[in-house]
């Protein structure tokens, strides 16, 4: 850790977990501020204060960047599930009347269920003609 503030050179030994936070922030390494405890560790109180603001900026910036990323999962969770919810739905309007229609289910037919029903209703009509 770091045995003082980058910024307002405080050397209190109790700052020295938010001395180190602050250096990774500075040398830009987000990954080493998290571990050395970025967002849970009290700031130095001997620090200036404006050594105190940049720890806590640095803090509330992350927490909205993890809410914000939390919500985008849980939209992304919603949306997948609509859609999921959606395709159950076109499936089972697209089914239901095929298993009605005798001629849709024949085998090797690969006429749309429109048009298995069209011909099934003719077929129908021409067989009531017949004497």
């Not at 977990?17 to 050395?36: G, T």
């Not at 603001?53 to 919603?78: I, P, S, V």
């Not at 997948?80 to 005798?102: M, V």
């Not at 298995?116 to 004497?131: G, S, T």
């Amino acid at each position: 850790m770091a045995d003082f503030c980058r910024d307002c050179r405080c050397t209190a030994p109790e700052g020295a977990r938010a001395h180190a936070i602050l250096d990774a922030l500075a040398r830009d390494d987000l990954d080493a501020a998290l571990r050395l405890g970025l967002l849970d560790a009290p700031p130095c109180t001997a620090c200036a204060p404006a050594c105190r603001q940049r720890l806590q900026d640095a803090r509330t910036a992350r927490l909205r960047a993890l809410a914000a990323r939390e919500r985008h999962r849980a939209r992304r969770a919603r949306l997948q599930r609509i859609a999921a919810q959606r395709a159950a739905a076109r499936g089972a309007t697209i089914s239901a009347p095929a298993a009605t229609n005798p001629a849709s289910t024949a085998p090797g037919s690969t006429l749309p269920p429109a048009a298995a029903a069209a011909l099934a209703r003719a077929l129908e009509k021409a067989q009531a003609r017949r004497p």
